[in-house]
C-alpha cells in the first residue's frame, strides 16, 4: 500500500476579502483617533503626492497630434502614469479624503470609531488634501513655470476646459460616484496584498481606469482646476469651481467611496458575521497588546457592529459567549 501524498501548499500573497474588510476597518479605526493636527499635516503631504502624479501626467498627455486623432490613446498614457500619485500615499502613509471615505466609514459601520470621528477626519483630510494641492500648483508647478510654454499652457486650458467648463453639474457627480469608487477599490486591493510589488500592481489599475474614463477625483481637481484659474482659462472661475467642481465632485467621491466600495464590503464581509483575525490576531487582541490606539465607547469599551447599537452589542456578546464555551 503506497503512502498518502503530502502536498505542502504556499502561503497565499494576499488576505481574503474578509481579512482585507477587518484590515480596512482597523485601519480607519487608527485614522479615525489620530491626533488631529497628524491627520492635517499628513494630508497636506497627500495632497502634494498627488499632484505630483497629476502635474506628470498632464506633461505626458501634452501631445497635440494625439490629442487630436488618438484621444483615447493618449488618456491611456495619462492614466499609466497618473497612479503614481496614489502609490506614494499608501506606501507612506499619508491621508487622502477619497480613500478616507472607505477606511473611516468602515470603522464607523464596525463601531469602532463614531460618526463625529469619522466626520472630523473627512474634514481635515479634506483642508490638508487642498493645502497640500495649492502649494504644490503654485509655489512648484505656477511659480516653478513649469507649464508656461506652449504646447502644455494649451494643454492645460484645454484640459480644464472639458473637465470643469463644459459638463454640466450631474455630468461631474455622476463621474465622481465612479471615480472613488475605483479609487477605494485601488486602496482595498494594495492592503491585500503582501509584499510591495503586488500592492503596487493592485493599485495601479483601478486609477488608470478611472483617468482613462476621464472621471472626477475632487483632490485631483485641487489642483488641475486651480493650475487652470492660475494661467487664465477663459470661462473659469473661482465661483464656478466651487458650485460646479468642488460641491458635486465632493459628494460623488462620499458615495462612491463610503457607499459603493465600503459599506457594500462591510455588509459582505463584516455584518452579521464572525470577528475576523488578521494572522490569527484579533482587533481586541491588538487593543491589549497596545498595538492599536486605545479609545472608548460610553460604556468604556470599544464599540461593536452598527455605530454601537443595543442590537449589535447583544450578537457580539453572544458570539464571544459561544467561543469560550468551545475552549472550556
Known amino acids: 500500500m503506497s503512502n498518502p501524498v503530502t502536498i505542502n501548499l504556499p502561503v497565499m500573497g494576499c488576505y481574503t476579502p474578509a481579512e482585507t474588510v477587518e484590515l480596512v476597518s482597523r485601519a480607519g479605526y487608527k485614522k479615525g483617533n489620530m491626533r488631529p493636527d497628524k491627520i492635517f499635516l499628513s494630508a497636506v503631504s497627500g495632497g502634494c503626492l498627488l499632484s505630483f502624479g497629476a502635474a506628470a501626467s498632464l506633461s505626458v498627455t501634452t501631445a497635440p497630434w494625439f490629442q487630436e486623432n488618438a484621444p483615447g490613446l493618449i488618456r491611456l498614457v495619462g492614466g499609466i502614469v497618473f497612479p ?33 470621528k469619522m466626520l472630523l477626519h473627512w474634514l481635515l483630510c479634506f483642508l490638508g488634501n487642498l493645502a497640500g494641492s495649492l502649494f504644490v500648483m503654485a509655489i512648484i508647478i505656477g511659480y516653478g513655470g513649469v507649464f508656461d510654454k506652449e504646447p502644455y ?35 482595498y486591493l494594495g492592503m491585500q ?12 489599475w483601478p486609477i488608470l481606469t478611472f483617468v ?48 459603493f466600495c ?14 475576523t483575525s488578521i494572522d490569527g490576531t484579533y482587533f481586541q487582541a491588538e487593543l491589549e497588546e497596545g ?33 469560550r464555551r468551545a475552549m472550556r
Open 84 to 116: 503614481v500619485g496614489l502609490v506614494m500615499i499608501v506606501l507612506t502613509g499619508a491621508e487622502l479624503f477619497t480613500g478616507s471615505n472607505m477606511y473611516t466609514a468602515v470603522a464607523a459601520l464596525h463601531g469602532r470609531i463614531t460618526v463625529h
Open 153 to 187: 499652457r494649451t494643454q492645460v486650458i484645454n484640459f480644464v476646459t472639458s473637465k470643469q467648463v463644459k459638463p454640466v453639474f450631474h455630468q461631474i457627480f455622476l463621474r465622481a460616484i465612479g471615480c472613488n469608487w475605483l479609487v477605494c477599490l485601488a486602496c
Open 193 to 204: 496584498a503582501k509584499d510591495l510589488s503586488a500592492k503596487v500592481v493592485g493599485m495601479w
Open 212 to 259: 482613462t474614463l476621464g472621471f472626477d477625483h475632487v483632490v485631483a481637481n485641487m489642483f488641475f482646476i486651480p493650475l487652470g484659474l492660475w494661467l487664465g482659462t477663459p470661462g473659469l472661475t473661482v465661483e464656478l469651481y466651487i458650485w460646479k467642481g468642488i460641491i458635486p465632485a465632493g459628494l460623488g467621491n462620499i458615495l462612491g467611496g463610503a457607499v
Open 262 to 275: 465600503g459599506a457594500y464590503y462591510y455588509w459582505m464581509f463584516v455584518f452579521q458575521q464572525p470577528e
Open 291 to 323: 498595538r492599536l490606539p486605545r479609545t472608548t465607547s460610553r460604556n468604556n469599551r470599544p464599540m461593536e457592529h452598527g455605530f454601537g447599537s443595543e442590537e449589535s452589542r447583544d450578537t457580539s456578546h453572544e458570539l464571544k459567549e459561544d467561543e
